[in-house]
Nanobody
Framework: QVQLVESGGGLVQAGGSLRLSCAASGRTSSINAMGWFRQAPGKEREFVGNIHWSAGNTYYADSVKGRFTISRDNAKNTVYLQMNSLKPEDTANYYC?????????????????WGQGTRVTVSS
């Protein structure tokens, strides 16, 4: 089992920045990739980006490309989501997830472990 705990959410004005953290514990050796997803009220959960745990390759949704950056600190078993130039439409609950499959995917259903989520609110 892997446990994930997100932190760093909050209220920020449009154009501002936030950094989310996701600390993993447990059988972290089983993790192949970590993903970030978000879900706004009344909407489906959507892919934000992910990172290959060992290689560090990152992939982003078009909606956040150039504004968001995912990084990881393997020594701390922590993944970060740096969010810049935030927009009101970025308002959502943000979740990190861990995938064991060797195929890095954007599909939420293929992630094995999920954090509890952290709320990000961007005011206009």
């Amino acid at each position: 089992q892997v446990q994930l705990v997100e932190s760093g959410g909050g209220l920020v004005q449009a154009g501002g920045s936030l950094r989310l953290s996701c600390a993993a514990s447990g059988r972290t050796s089983s993790i192949n990739a970590m993903g970030w997803f978000r879900q706004a009220p009344g909407k489906e959960r959507e892919f934000v980006g992910n990172i290959h745990w060992s290689a560090g390759n990152t992939y982003y949704a078009d909606s956040v490309k150039g504004r968001f950056t995912i990084s990881r600190d393997n020594a701390k078993n922590t993944v970060y989501l740096q969010m810049n130039s935030l927009k009101p439409e970025d308002t959502a609950n943000y979740y990190c997830a861990a995938e064991r499959s060797p195929v890095v995917t954007r599909r939420a259903s293929l992630y094995d472990y999920w954090g509890q989520g952290t709320r990000v609110t961007v005011s206009s």
